[in-house]
C-alpha cells in the first residue's frame, strides 16, 4: 500500500487548482484521475458544447487565459488543453488511468482502493465532479419500452439519434442547446420547460459573466445567502456558449420548438405535463429584469465607465395560447426522450457516513463531516461561482490552508 | 428606487412570518412530522345538494383538532334543474384555487415586508358541457383553461407586486393540485 498526506480524487479543473494550492504549502500530495486530465469535459459532453463562460474568465491560480480571443467561449477540446497545459505548469502529480473502487477510513487513515494500487492517506480531496451522473426523474421508468432514453451524458450529436421526433425534459442550459441542434438536425423537438433562470448572452455590450463577476454576483458566500439548499438546487443559466445576444425559449420557439410545461406524468403512450407553463415563465422574465435593473443601477452608479450601450428590454416569454398538457408518442412519432434534468455526483465508492437523506454529502464550505476529508466544485460549495472554472482557485486555496492547518495541529 | 428602500419594516398583513419561518425550519429538520393529512366528509342531502363538514386534520406527528367546524354546501343551479343550495363544485375548485393563491401573495408580500392594501382575484374557468354530459368523448369533463386575474394594491411597484403573485403560484397547494395530476383512488365501503 502506497501512502501519501494528501490524494485528490480527479483531475479536472477543481482537482488541479487543490494541486498547485498543495503544492504551494509544500504538502506531498497525489492526483488520482480515473481517464486523463479533464476526463469528463473530454467524454461525458455532447460535440457542440462551449463553456458557458468566456475564455477570459477561466483563471486558475497562477494561470490565466492569454490566447488572441478573451471573449470567445472553449469547445471541449479546447478545454482538455487548457488544463492539460496548466497541469504541467504546475507540474501536478497525476497518476491517470486510476479509477477509485472504494474509499474507507480505517486507523484514522484514507484508504483509497484503485484499480491501479491501494493508496492510504490521512487527508483526501474528492475533487471528481458535479456533473458525473444524469438526474434523471422517476417517470423515466414508465416511458414506454419502444422510446430510447439518452442522458446528456451520453448524447453526442443529432446523428445518433433516430429520424422523428424528440422529447427533451429541462429548458436549462443544456436542454435549450440540444433543443436548437436536434430541431435544426429535421427532427421535431418538443421540450419540456420547468423553471429556468433566463438571462441575454450579453447586455450593454459586456457578456452576462462579465456583469455577474462586476456585480460581486458570483463571490456570494456560502452563508450570505437565504436558502443554501435552494441556490444549491438551482439550473444552470440559460446559456450558450455562442456570440447569440439572447438564446431563449422565444429564440426556440422561432426556429419551431414546440414548447410545454414540466413534465408532471407519464401515462402509457401518453406524456402529460403541467399547466404551470406560463409562470415559470413569469418567474424567469421577472427574475431576468431584476437582474438587468441591477446592472442598470451599476452603470448609473459608476458614470463614465465604458458602458455606452443604453438599457434595453427583452421580449417576454412567449407561452403557447394552449401549450400542450398531453402528448402521444405514436402522434408526435416520438422516437427519443433525452433527459436534460440536472446532474449529480458520483459518490458510489465513498463508504463513510457523510451523506444526509438526501444522498447530499455533508459539508461546511468544503469541509465534510470527517476528519480531514475536503469537497471541491460541488454547486455553491463556497460561492457561486463554485461550479465555475473561475471558482476552483479561491475553494481550492481555502480548503488547502484549512487541510494545512489541520495537519499541523495534528503534528503538535 | 431600488427594492430594498421600498420595503416597508412595519408592513403588517396579519402573516406571522416568523411562526411560517419557525415552523418551515422544524419541519426541515423532523421531515415525518410534515406529513400531513387533509380531510372532509361530505353528505348527500338531496337532488345535487350535499354538505360537507371540515374538521380535524393529521400533521405534526399526531392528530390535530382546530376547536370548530366548517360547513360548506354545494349544489347546482336552477338552469340545471337543481335546487340551488349552494355554489357547484367546480366553483369550489375556483374558490380554492383564489383562496390559495390570495393566501400565498400575503405571505410573500409580508415575508417582503411590502405593505398590501388590497387584493381582489377574479377567476373564471372554461368549460365544455359536452364533456360531462357524455355528449362527446373528445371533450374532457374538467375545465379547459382557468384564468386568474388579480387586482392588487400595494406599496410596491407593479414589478415587484408581479413577483409576489409569480412566487405564490409557485409555492401554492391548489395551483399544483390543479395543474398537475394526482392520483385519485376511490373505494366503496
Known amino acids: ?412 | 428606487m431600488t427594492n430594498v428602500e421600498m420595503k416597508s419594516p412595519q408592513a403588517d398583513n396579519g402573516v406571522n412570518v416568523e411562526a411560517l419561518l419557525g415552523a418551515r425550519a422544524a419541519l426541515e429538520a423532523t421531515p415525518e412530522a410534515a406529513q400531513f393529512k387533509w380531510r372532509t366528509k361530505t353528505s348527500w342531502i338531496n337532488g345535487t345538494h350535499s354538505q360537507t363538514t371540515i374538521g380535524g386534520f393529521f400533521g405534526l406527528g399526531e392528530e390535530q383538532e382546530r376547536g370548530k367546524e366548517f360547513t360548506v354546501d354545494a349544489d347546482h343551479p336552477e338552469q340545471f334543474a337543481a335546487a340551488n343550495m349552494g355554489a357547484t363544485p367546480v366553483e369550489l375548485v375556483l374558490s380554492g384555487l383564489a383562496s390559495c393563491l390570495t393566501a400565498g401573495v400575503a405571505s410573500v408580500a409580508q415575508n417582503r415586508g411590502i405593505q398590501l392594501n388590497s387584493i381582489t382575484a377574479t377567476l373564471e374557468g372554461d368549460m365544455d358541457l359536452q364533456g360531462i354530459l357524455g355528449v362527446d368523448s373528445d371533450v374532457r369533463n374538467g375545465f379547459e383553461t382557468i384564468r386568474v386575474s388579480f387586482q392588487i394594491d400595494a406599496d410596491a411597484s407593479e414589478e415587484d407586486i408581479k413577483a409576489l403573485v409569480a412566487q405564490s403560484q409557485k409555492r401554492s397547494a391548489v395551483f399544483d393540485i390543479i395543474t398537475n395530476p394526482t392520483n385519485v383512488f376511490v373505494d366503496v365501503n
Open chain 1, 1 to 412: 500500500m502506497k501512502s501519501v498526506t494528501t490524494i485528490i480524487i480527479g483531475a479536472g479543473q477543481a482537482g488541479l487548482a487543490a494541486s498547485k494550492q498543495l503544492s504551494d504549502r509544500g504538502i506531498d500530495h497525489i492526483v488520482l484521475e480515473r481517464g486523463s486530465i479533464g476526463n469528463s469535459w473530454k467524454t461525458e459532453r455532447w460535440d457542440s458544447l462551449r463553456l458557458l463562460t468566456p475564455n477570459w474568465q477561466s483563471r486558475l491560480p497562477g494561470y490565466f487565459y492569454d490566447g488572441p480571443e478573451p471573449d470567445g467561449y472553449m469547445n471541449m477540446s479546447e478545454v482538455v488543453s487548457y488544463l492539460e497545459s496548466y497541469s504541467r505548469v504546475i507540474d501536478a502529480p497525476i497518476q491517470d488511468n486510476t479509477n477509485v473502487i472504494s474509499v474507507e477510513r480505517r486507523f484514522e487513515r484514507y484508504i483509497v482502493k484503485t484499480t491501479r494500487g491501494t493508496w492510504a492517506s490521512s487527508t483526501l480531496v474528492l475533487a471528481n465532479g458535479a456533473c458525473s451522473l444524469a438526474s434523471i426523474p422517476k417517470f423515466a421508468d414508465a416511458v414506454p419500452q419502444s422510446i430510447r432514453q439518452m442522458s446528456p451524458l451520453e448524447y453526442k450529436n443529432p446523428d445518433q439519434l433516430e429520424s422523428g421526433g424528440v422529447l427533451i425534459v429541462g429548458a436549462s442550459a443544456t436542454g435549450v442547446q440540444l433543443a436548437r441542434e436536434i430541431q435544426q438536425s429535421g427532427r421535431q423537438v418538443t421540450l419540456s420547460v420547468g423553471e429556468h433562470i433566463r438571462v441575454p448572452r450579453t447586455y450593454r455590450g459586456k457578456d452576462i459573466k462579465w456583469w455577474m463577476d462586476v456585480l460581486g454576483l458570483l463571490d456570494i458566500m456560502y452563508h450570505e445567502v437565504e436558502d443554501l439548499n435552494r441556490v444549491r438546487k438551482l439550473s444552470s443559466l440559460q446559456l450558450a456558449g455562442t456570440q447569440d445576444c439572447m438564446f431563449d425559449l422565444n429564440s426556440l420557439s422561432d426556429c419551431g420548438v414546440e414548447i410545454t410545461g414540466r413534465l408532471a406524468a407519464m401515462r402509457g403512450e401518453h406524456a402529460i405535463f403541467s399547466g404551470s407553463l406560463a409562470n415559470v415563465c413569469s418567474l424567469a422574465d421577472l427574475k431576468m429584469n431584476r437582474l438587468l435593473e441591477s446592472i442598470d443601477q451599476c452603470v448609473e452608479a459608476n458614470a463614465g465607465t465604458e458602458v455606452t450601450i443604453p438599457p434595453r428590454t427583452f421580449e417576454p416569454t412567449r407561452v403557447p395560447e394552449a401549450p400542450a398538457l398531453n402528448i402521444d408518442f405514436g402522434d408526435r412519432k416520438i422516437k427519443t426522450v433525452i433527459w436534460a434534468t440536472g446532474f449529480k455526483p458520483d459518490y458510489s465508492w465513498l463508504h463513510l457516513p457523510v451523506f444526509d437523506r438526501k444522498g447530499n454529502i455533508r459539508h461546511e464550505g468544503g469541509i465534510v463531516d470527517a476528519p480531514g476529508l475536503y469537497v471541491l466544485g460541488l454547486p455553491f460549495l463556497r460561492k457561486r461561482k463554485s461550479t465555475l472554472i473561475d471558482g476552483a482557485g479561491d475553494d481550492a486555496g481555502f480548503v488547502a490552508s484549512h487541510l494545512a492547518s489541520s495537519l499541523r495541529k495534528a503534528a503538535a
